[in-house]
C-alpha cells in the first residue's frame, strides 16, 4: 500500500507543478486583459487671479466635492482664489492611453481641453491636460498623478473667455471678460469593461438614418464641436433643479435633427430641452476626413444650464 501511495504521489506532483505553472500563466493573461479605466470629471472655472492669492499650478484638493458651488466654496476656503464662478463640466470614461477632447463655446470663440490617462493603476491615475481658448493654450500639464476619487485643481492663465454678470434693464445680464483659468479633475478607477460615458456613448457615426457605422481600425472619427448653444427657456420665476440628457442626429450641415430624451427629472420639461437642442450649432462630425452623420449626447444641469 505504501509503495503504490508514493507511485501515485510521483505521477501527480509533475502534473499539480504544470497545473499551477498553467494557473500563473492563465492569472496573468487575466490581469493583462483585464485592465483599467477611469472615470473622469472635468469642471472648468474662471476667477479673478489679480485679487487672488498666489498658488502652485498643480494643487490636491483637501476634499472631493459633490457639486459646483461646493467645490467653489473648497477653492475660495483652502487657495483664496476670488471671484471663482462655474463654466461647465465634463464626465468621460478613457482607456489607458485614450485621448478625449472636448469643445465649449465660449463669448463666440471656442474653449477646448485633451485629457489623456497615460497611466491608470487600482490606486490612482498619471494624466496629460492642454486647454486652449481661441487657439491659444492657457495650460499644459504633463505627468500629473492623482488618487482615485480624489480631486487635483489645475491654473493656467489669463484669457477672453471669462464673463461678468451685472443687472441691466432686462434682470441679470452678461458681458466677456478676461479671466483666469481655473480646471479640476477627479477620476474614479475601474475596469475598461465597466466603463460608462465613453466617447463612443457622447457621439458615434452613423447614416443619415441614425443606423450606426463600424469603423474599423484605420478609420478615423472626429466628434462633432458645439458651436452654440441655446438656453432651455423656462417661465419667469420657474424654479427647476436635476439634469436632463437628450440625444440627437448632428448632420453634415452642423445641424440637430431626431432629438429624444433619454433621461429627465420632469417629463413636462422635455419639450423646451427638446426646442433648445434643435437651435445648438455644431462644426460637423467628420470620418475620414468628410463631414458626415453622428448621434450627439448632452447632460445639462438644469439649474445652472451647464454641461456634463
Do not use: C
Request: aromatic letters at 8%.
Amino acid at each position: 500500500m505504501r509503495a503504490l501511495n508514493e507511485s501515485l504521489i510521483s505521477r501527480a506532483l509533475p502534473a499539480l507543478a504544470f497545473m499551477i505553472v498553467l494557473s500563473g500563466g492563465v492569472h496573468a493573461q487575466l490581469l493583462k486583459k483585464n485592465d483599467y479605466g477611469v472615470g473622469v470629471t472635468v469642471a472648468v472655472y474662471q476667477f479673478d487671479d489679480a485679487r487672488s492669492k498666489q498658488f502652485a499650478e498643480v494643487n490636491k484638493l483637501n476634499q472631493t466635492a459633490s457639486t459646483p458651488e461646493e467645490e467653489m466654496d473648497v477653492i475660495t476656503r483652502s487657495f483664496g482664489a476670488e471671484e471663482v464662478k462655474f463654466r461647465y463640466v465634463r464626465s468621460i470614461g478613457l482607456r489607458e492611453s485614450e485621448s478625449f477632447t472636448d469643445s465649449q463655446p465660449m463669448n463666440e470663440r471656442q474653449f477646448t481641453f485633451t485629457i489623456t490617462p497615460r497611466i491608470i493603476t487600482k490606486n490612482d491615475v498619471s494624466f496629460d491636460f492642454t486647454a486652449k481658448y481661441a487657439d491659444k493654450v492657457l495650460l499644459e500639464v504633463k505627468g500629473a498623478t492623482v488618487g482615485s476619487y480624489e480631486t487635483v485643481m489645475l491654473r493656467g492663465g489669463r484669457g477672453g473667455f471669462g464673463v461678468r454678470e451685472f443687472s441691466g434693464p432686462d434682470g441679470v445680464e452678461k458681458a466677456p471678460e478676461t479671466r483666469a483659468l481655473l480646471v479640476t479633475i477627479t477620476p474614479t478607477v475601474t475596469t475598461a469593461r465597466s466603463l460608462q460615458n465613453k466617447p463612443s456613448d457622447i457621439s458615434r457615426p452613423t447614416d443619415q438614418f441614425g443606423s450606426r457605422l463600424e469603423l474599423t481600425e484605420s478609420d478615423i472619427f472626429v466628434m462633432p464641436a458645439v458651436i452654440n448653444r441655446a438656453p432651455i427657456k423656462f417661465p419667469p420665476g420657474a424654479s427647476v433643479t436635476g439634469s436632463i440628457t437628450l440625444e440627437g442626429i448632428v448632420t453634415p450641415e452642423g445641424r440637430v435633427t431626431n432629438v429624444r430624451i433619454l433621461d429627465t427629472p420632469d417629463t413636462a420639461l422635455n419639450p423646451k430641452a427638446i426646442e433648445a437642442f434643435r437651435q445648438y450649432r455644431f462644426n460637423p462630425p467628420k470620418l475620414n476626413g468628410r463631414a458626415t452623420y453622428a448621434t450627439f449626447r448632452e447632460t445639462i444641469i438644469l439649474g445652472k444650464q451647464g454641461t456634463l
